[in-house]
């Protein structure tokens, strides 16, 4: 194990060397989970490594290699990027945090940035994510107001903390402006495959559902709410904007490219170091696409205002008085959830009639 | 002249895929000698090599146990799932002995790997032995039972208690006992590896020289001859499904204590199916699967290297792996039969 780190980071050091005297390019890798059209999270990801590309012109090289399953196949794929010379590797998705830790252990000098996970286990290792839980409290605001039959369908990916988080958001908001709403959620075990996705949106359609969130990527949620006709539903991680005016009323929308931009100049200047970063609406890691017209006046005023209160901080998605599912308090009268407790998120709230998987 | 098409088979993909990689604007040459060249040959071959074996040697144990399978006629679609359970059963036993320190374990975590995967493989065969059901439907269905039990212990029993919640086991590579190390530093070799070796030996001296290699083969070219040689086909299906998934479940489990190192709800990537491909790819026989799932690894590592180095979609890659079984199936009929234009008469 010594002796494989010594060689390769011997190897790396040589290659850091050819290519640097070659060019002073800085190699920028990204490490796909999904494919890059698959018009939601991956797509996002790879808008933000074209804003790179598109903002340092011939001073960066970009590469990213997509559909990376999980696992040993990730960790290969890291490697070969830092074989290859990058000088700073994205590794977008949540299961990629252990092979991104061991291979950061091998290449000391090059930087890792690992988006939704917690281990930082050496100092070349940062981690960042969004708040989408404020993007997902306007949606519930928007789904409790917009639903006749007040049964609001939620497509979830898998039971995680980030997940968890966003359907209890949702919620709360939802059931604050519609006390009668109920939520229906189907676990698809997966962050993108459109058929799987497709089955869950018809199921919630058939159980009642005319407000369908998502925690998946693929549009063909949309697409089955359109063909239902009186759905309405939410992009998620990109605009989806095609589904607009309706089914889609608004969005929630990843924007990764000021921080792949912010990150790349750090290690151009040589001033990155390890942190973790978790930006919300404020700073513009989260956005809310268009609210269309779908949406009555009053309501989209509403949202905007919320969406407004959350970006200056006088609003935070998780305030008191809130319970948990089991009745036991959570948050007092006008307090606040702190980030541990947001990160770690894993109970449901008072009121949602469902059981996380165990 | 069946020795010469799977290599007919790699050229046509060549020549063909090189087409498909001109078409989309990337230097053909270029991108083939990245796929083919690249892992084996080129700067940093001594990180790719090790990786090959790595990656190759799932697919060649589970491909092996199949190929036993197919050549009596027994299809064992479900290996996806034998493996799946053989990496809960052997990690399952050594998480239950952790943090507990001992030479036994790994021992008694191979045995339960294969366990695992044999008794998820019986299923099929005693409802085919007892009520006649279809091995190739019953074993498949299984392989999503065994996902939902997959994502069932990624998010409870199996929960990593210090995860923070997240859902995946303990890392078996940070637990002594329990973790498949490299055997020789540098080499990728650990203990699957030797496995699947092992396993390419026993199964063509097994074929070649025993007399239940001789039933399966009978069984497979002849069925009612091999009713009148005396074969059992009861026997048959039952040591065919339970060795494949001796073999599936120990390739799980030798994943999920080495290279990947987790029970995670999205542990299993395909090796089960692709490892179908492997077992024709090299026509059932012992030596020509070693060479077919080396000949896969490749195929992944160079196309994940012509992504990265060359921009090439990943879909390209896919079709590209798709051509070589497509060409290796069509030069079979052009082998085996002679293609007649114009009008047939119906005998």
């Known amino acids: ?358 | 002249m069946s020795l010469a098409t799977p290599l007919l088979a790699v050229v046509a993909t060549m020549v063909f895929g090189g087409a498909l990689f001109a078409v989309l604007g990337k230097d053909p040459v270029q991108a083939i000698a990245t796929i083919f060249w690249e892992p084996l040959f080129g700067e940093f071959a001594f990180f790719y090599r090790p990786q090959l074996l790595i990656k190759g040697a799932p697919l060649v144990l589970i491909a092996i146990g199949l190929s036993l399978g197919f050549k009596a006629g027994i299809w064992n679609i479900g290996a996806e799932g034998q493996y799946i359970m053989g990496a809960l059963f052997g990690a399952g036993v050594g998480l239950a002995f952790y943090p507990m320190e001992s030479a036994f374990i790994f021992p008694l975590m191979v045995l339960a790997g294969a366990f695992g995967g044999w008794l998820w493989a019986m299923i099929p065969a005693i409802l085919k032995v007892k009520f006649g059901t279809n091995e190739i439907l019953v074993s498949l269905m299984l392989v999503y039972v065994a996902e939902q039990f997959l994502a069932s212990m990624s998010l409870g029993l199996l929960k990593n208690p210090e995860g923070f919640g997240f859902p995946g086991s303990r890392n078996l590579q940070q637990y002594a006992s329990a973790h498949n190390a490299e055997l020789i530093t540098g080499t990728g070799m650990h203990w699957g590896i030797v496995a699947a070796l092992v396993a390419v030996i026993f199964a063509y001296v097994l074929l070649a020289r025993h007399q239940l290699g001789f039933a399966i083969r009978v069984t497979g070219e002849a069925p009612r001859a091999a009713r009148f040689s005396g074969v059992n086909p009861t026997r048959l299906v039952l040591f065919c499904l339970g060795m494949s998934g001796v073999l599936a479940g120990l390739a799980g489990m030798f994943e999920v204590s080495g290279p990947a190192g987790q029970v995670t709800i999205d542990f299993n990537v395909g090796y089960g199916f692709t490892a179908i491909i492997v077992a024709f790819l090299g026509r059932l026989h012992p030596v020509g699967i070693l060479l077919a799932g080396l000949l896969m690894a490749l195929t992944y590592i160079g196309g994940d290297i012509a992504q990265s180095q060359l921009g090439l979609p990943a879909a390209a890659i896919q079709v590209f792996q798709g051509m070589l079984l497509f060409f290796l199936l069509a030069l079979d009929v052009l082998t085996n039969y002679r293609l007649r234009f114009g009008a047939g008469e119906v005998v």
């Not at chain 1, 980030?339 to 469902?354: P, Q, S």
């Open chain 1, 1 to 358: 194990m010594k002796l494989t780190s010594l060689l390769t980071s011997a190897a790396l050091a040589l290659g850091l060397a050819t290519t640097a005297m070659a060019d002073d390019k800085t190699k920028v890798g990204f490490v796909y989970v999904g494919p890059v059209g698959d018009g939601g999270w991956t797509y996002e990801h790879d808008k933000g490594r074209q804003a790179v590309e598109a903002h340092f012109g011939d001073k960066v090289e970009t590469v990213f290699v997509e559909s990376v399953a999980e696992g040993p196949d990730s960790e290969r794929v890291m490697t070969q990027m830092a074989l290859d010379g990058a000088d700073l590797i994205f590794t977008t998705s949540f299961g990629y945090m252990d092979p991104t830790n061991n291979v950061a252990a091998k290449f000391p000098n090059v930087k890792f940035e690992h988006a939704t996970g917690y281990k930082r286990l050496h100092p070349n290792v940062s981690t960042y994510s969004a708040r989408f839980y404020e993007g997902r409290a306007i949606q519930g605001h928007i789904a409790g107001k917009m639903t006749k039959s007040n049964i609001i369908g939620y497509i979830a990916s898998y039971p995680i903390p980030e997940v968890i988080r966003g359907i209890n958001s949702a919620y709360i908001h939802a059931s604050k402006v519609n006390p009668d709403v109920e939520f229906k959620i189907i676990w698809a075990y997966t962050w993108f495959d459109p058929a799987k996705e497709a089955d869950a949106a018809k199921a919630l359609i058939d159980q009642g559902a005319d407000v369908i969130l998502q925690h998946t990527d693929s549009t063909a949620p949309q697409a089955a709410a359109q063909e239902a006709g009186n759905v309405v539903t939410f992009g998620q991680a990109s605009d989806m904007g095609q589904y607009a005016p309706f089914p889609r009323v608004s969005s929630i929308i990843d924007d990764w490219a000021p921080y792949y931009i912010a990150r790349t100049q750090a290690v151009m200047d040589g001033t990155w170091e390890s942190m973790d970063t978790w930006d919300g609406i404020g700073p513009g890691m989260v956005g809310i696409g268009e609210i269309s017209d779908a949406v009555p006046a009053d309501v989209k005023a509403e949202a905007l205002a919320m969406k407004a209160a959350l970006a200056d901080g006088s609003y935070h998605a998780f305030t008191g008085p809130l319970n948990k599912q089991d009745g036991t308090p959570f948050l007092a009268d006008g307090e606040t959830a702190d980030d541990g407790t947001l990160a770690g998120m894993n109970f449901y709230v008072e009121g949602i009639d469902a059981e996380i998987p165990q």
